[in-house]
């Protein structure tokens, strides 16, 4: 399984983005699914988990309100709609899948298939 990010690019300040994470051959409908993303010289954080059973969503405090995580299961995609991006915001997103656990910390260490990581910079 070898998720596959897409949308990442250069924004400004107050602009919007929208990733989006595909596992060609299998069906992510079927797993938990997480965006993370990292800066040079900081622990890769994450930034928006969904479960598959009961479908719970986690966001990262500061992120809360702007980013929002989606299914759409007829695509078997998963997508982060990023909004009022701010500078911050800015690093490498990525997109990780793990078997269904029923909840989510939204940490690395829980999931375990990853992506190779698409940049995203906010600035002016």
């Known amino acids: 399984l070898q998720p596959v990010e897409s949308g990442g690019g250069l924004v400004q300040p107050g602009g919007s983005l929208r990733l989006s994470c595909s596992a060609p051959?299998?069906?992510?409908?079927?797993?938990?699914v997480g965006w993370f993303r990292q800066v040079p010289g900081k622990e890769r954080e994450g930034v928006s988990c969904a479960t598959r059973v009961g479908g719970m969503t986690t966001y990262l405090e500061s992120v809360k309100g702007r980013l929002t995580i989606f299914r759409d299961n007829a695509k078997n995609t998963v997508y982060l709609q990023m909004n009022s991006l701010k500078v911050e915001d800015t690093g490498v997103y990525y997109c990780?899948?793990?078997?269904?656990?029923?909840?989510?910390?939204?940490?690395?260490?829980?999931?375990?298939?990853w992506g190779q990581g698409i940049q995203v910079t906010v600035s002016s």
């Open positions: 990780a899948v793990a078997p269904p656990l029923g909840q989510t910390s939204c940490r690395p260490i829980e999931f375990t298939y």
């Open positions: 051959g299998y069906m992510l409908a079927t797993y938990d």
